[in-house]
Each structure stands twice: as structure tokens, then as C-alpha cells.
């Protein structure tokens, strides 16, 4: 592993942040890192721009068989900026090793928990045994939307035979995770107007339309019920999980415990015991952000919301949005302007008894000695669910953990977990052949 390590070092050094702050050079010098590493292992590489965006990686690595299947593995370059510098232990872009750990911006999310596949394959490459045809695509907007390479995959028309994501993490230190469904989301920004300004409520109040109360109307007629469940127009599609999921839930850390783990209390009674299922499985509507009003004693013309509902595998966001757009506006009160502005991404979902996924379980159990978990996961990754609509099984995995700090200050990856990508990426690649 020491050459893989000086390698994520020399990558992590490179500030290739996408979400503001960063410096367009960089992103390009990050894009020619991973370009090079193909390269030099005898693949064919090219940096493809789309529109304005950030340079894909576009690589081929050939097989020592003519006739073996086609690999596809994904990663991104790109970062999440730093945040206060201050609170970093270290400079976040001057990688460093402490107690078993490397710290810096993009160890776990997402250079640290990639580079092992891409190191893998090229190793392989170089020495005329790689199993599989392997495309590499690395793409610099993950962390900013992931546009370039939406459009890249939608518009690609070799496709593979399955799809390797390192951009996940473990269940726990014990048990490596295959995620198989991921939510989608369907989100709307409101603004209400109710009047030209606001006025005063001693004495226009009673009688003027109040923004912020149309507001609420509005957002009440979607909200969970008292058990946490969404109307049945919002459940529309859901499909129910394999047993094979169920059984792999059995064997993660009960809900109650990971929601006790962040902080966060319970939202109807039972919620820890049916978190995996709500959570992956469900579809979930929350109030992200309401603003409007001042404190002091006016009848508020203007009001904004964030709403957004995660839709479960099984569901399409043309299908949601529809549905939610209308039973907000018909709850708005007579007299209410209602401005929605909405944005969508869409689900995931894969069969556990899939064969690319059952040769990964396999695989993944052998390079690490435990067993792995079918999961759900209730966050959305656009590129899957790309991949997922092309009918391209994806094995979505990786091996950060939720205390690696990634999006935060003191970002860092287990160097085990490093070790263990690396046997992962092996066992996978040699597997895959059998497709």
C-alpha cells in the first residue's frame, strides 16, 4: 500500500474545490492527475468538456482477454471547499498521517475512497493481467451537481456490463456495505406574497392577509402524519424491499442508536425501529428553511420556504412533483400569490440477486473477511441513478465511516480503510471477469 498512499497524498495536495472559492486551474490539474495515471498504464484518456463545466475523465484501460466484459468505475476529483481554516488541526491541502489516519480535504469524500479502483486497475493494466475492460470516468462536479456528467452518460452509447462507485461508505468498522437503493428528491422553493408591504398588525391584524399564515396552510397540508408516514398521493410507486435487504438490516446498528449517535430525537413513536426501512425504503418530506417577517409587530406581505421530499426507489420525480405542486397551491388561502421553483433528481434501485451484485458481495467478503450488507442509503448520487435508467448494474460501496468528517474541517480516511479499498478494488475487478 505505500505506493498508493504517496499517490493519494500527491492527489489530495491538489485544492480541486468545486463548490465556490476554488480556483478552475486546479480542478484542471486534478483532471490531468487521474488523466496521467491512465496514461502511463497504457490506456487511451482524454479531459472532455461539456458547456462551462469542470473536465471529465474519460479513460479506457484494456483487457488481456479480447473478449472479456466491459467495467465501468467511477469517482470524482473535486472537493467541498474548507470551511474556517482555523478550525482544521492541519492545512486541509498539506496531507497528513496522524494515529492511523490521513487528514486532509478529500481523504474519505472522495479522492481517498476512489484512487484505490482507479490504482488497481492501472496496476493491473501495466502488468497485462487485468481481467476486464475497464472505462474510467472521474468527474469534477459531484460536490456542485454533477450537470457534466449527466449529460456525458446520457449521451454515451457503449455502456458496460456493470459499474463500480466508490463514493460510499461501511454500515460500521465491522461490516462493509453494497448500497442498492438510493432516494431521489423532488424539491420546490416557495414564495408567497399576500400584499404589496407588510403593515401593522394593531391595525390591519384580523383583517389583512398575513404571509406567513398562507405559508403555513400551505406546508400543513403536506406534512407526515402523527406516524411519520406521507399522504398516500406521495407513496405513489414505492416499491417494497427484497428480503435479502431486510435480512442485512437485521445484522446494522438499530435506528435508535444512530439517531441517538448525531443528536437527533426521534419523530413519532417507533421511528429507531423502522429507520431502515423509512429511511431507505420510504419516501420523506421535510421543511428545510422557512423565512419571512421580522420581530416586531407587522402583518408580513412575504414569505419563503425550502420543502423537498425524498421519493423511494420505485418512484419518479415526474410522477411526485405534479402531486405535490398541486396540493400546495390548492391549500394556499384565496388571495395568495404562490411562486414555486422546483428541481428533481430521481431514485435508484438494484436487485441484490443481480449477478454483478452477487460477484461483488463475494468479492468484497473475501478482500475484507466480513461479510457485507445490502443497504439503502437515503441521500441521492445523480450518477447512479443514471446508470441505474441506462439498466447498468452499479455496486455502490466504499469504505469511509460517518466519524471520517468528510464536508467538514479535519476530513480524513482510515489508512485501514485505505487498505481495504485496495483489496476491494482487486477481488471486484478479478470477479467481474466472470460476467
Known amino acids: 500500500m505505500p505506493e498508493l498512499l504517496d499517490e493519494l497524498i500527491d492527489w489530495l495536495r491538489i485544492p480541486s474545490i468545486s463548490t465556490g472559492g476554488g480556483d478552475p486551474a486546479d480542478l484542471e490539474r486534478a483532471a490531468e492527475w487521474a488523466a496521467e495515471r491512465v496514461r502511463a498504464a497504457g490506456g487511451s484518456v482524454e479531459l472532455v468538456h461539456i458547456g462551462g463545466g469542470n473536465p471529465l475523465v474519460i479513460g479506457d484501460l484494456r483487457a488481456a482477454s479480447e473478449d472479456a466484459p466491459t467495467v465501468l468505475i467511477y469517482g470524482h476529483y473535486d472537493v467541498q471547499s474548507v470551511g474556517d481554516p482555523q478550525a482544521w488541526s492541519s492545512p486541509p491541502f498539506e496531507p497528513e498521517v496522524r494515529d492511523g489516519r490521513l487528514y486532509a480535504r478529500g481523504a474519505a469524500d472522495d479522492k481517498g475512497n476512489f484512487l484505490p479502483l482507479l490504482h488497481v486497475a492501472c496496476e493491473l493494466a501495466r502488468a497485462g493481467t487485468l481481467p476486464v475492460n475497464v472505462r474510467v470516468v472521474v468527474e469534477g462536479e459531484e460536490e456542485a451537481g454533477s450537470e457534466s456528467i449527466t449529460e456525458w452518460i446520457r449521451a454515451d452509447t457503449r455502456g458496460a456490463d456493470a459499474a463500480i462507485v466508490f463514493d460510499a461508505g461501511m454500515a460500521d468498522e465491522q461490516t462493509p456495505a453494497i448500497t442498492v437503493g438510493l432516494r431521489g428528491l423532488v424539491g420546490f422553493d416557495i414564495v408567497v406574497r399576500t400584499g404589496t408591504r407588510d403593515v401593522h398588525s394593531g391595525i390591519y391584524g384580523g383583517s389583512a392577509l398575513n404571509a406567513l399564515h398562507a405559508l403555513h396552510a400551505m406546508l400543513a397540508a403536506v406534512l407526515p402524519g402523527p406516524d411519520g408516514r406521507l399522504r398516500e398521493e406521495l407513496r405513489e410507486g414505492i416499491a417494497a424491499p427484497a428480503a435479502a435487504e431486510r435480512e442485512s438490516w437485521a445484522r446494522l446498528t438499530p435506528g435508535a442508536d444512530v439517531l441517538a449517535e448525531v443528536g437527533a430525537r426521534p419523530a413519532y413513536p417507533g421511528a429507531g425501529d423502522s429507520y431502515y426501512e423509512r429511511n431507505g ?60 421553483t422546483g428541481r428533481h433528481a430521481e431514485p435508484a434501485l438494484f436487485d441484490p440477486a443481480e449477478p454483478a451484485l452477487a460477484l461483488a458481495a463475494g468479492a468484497i467478503e473475501r478482500a475484507t473477511g466480513m461479510a457485507p450488507a445490502f443497504v439503502r442509503v437515503g441521500g ?37 480503510s485505505l487498505a481495504l479499498g485496495e483489496r476491494a478494488a482487486r477481488e471486484l475487478l478479478v470477479a467481474f471477469a466472470k460476467l
Open 281 to 340: 425504503a420510504e419516501a420523506s418530506l421535510d421543511v428545510n428553511e422557512i423565512v419571512g417577517g421580522e420581530p416586531r409587530t407587522v402583518v408580513p406581505a412575504t414569505a419563503r420556504a425550502t420543502v423537498t421530499v425524498r421519493i423511494a426507489p420505485g418512484q419518479r420525480s415526474e410522477r411526485i412533483a405534479p402531486v405535490l405542486e398541486r396540493l400546495l397551491r390548492d391549500a394556499a388561502p384565496e388571495g395568495t400569490e404562490v411562486e414555486l
Open 380 to 416: 441521492s448520487i445523480p450518477v447512479v441513478a443514471e446508470f441505474a435508467a441506462r439498466g447498468i448494474p452499479t455496486v455502490v460501496s466504499g469504505f469511509f465511516l460517518p466519524d471520517d468528517a468528510f464536508h467538514a474541517p479535519d476530513e480524513s480516511y482510515r489508512l485501514e
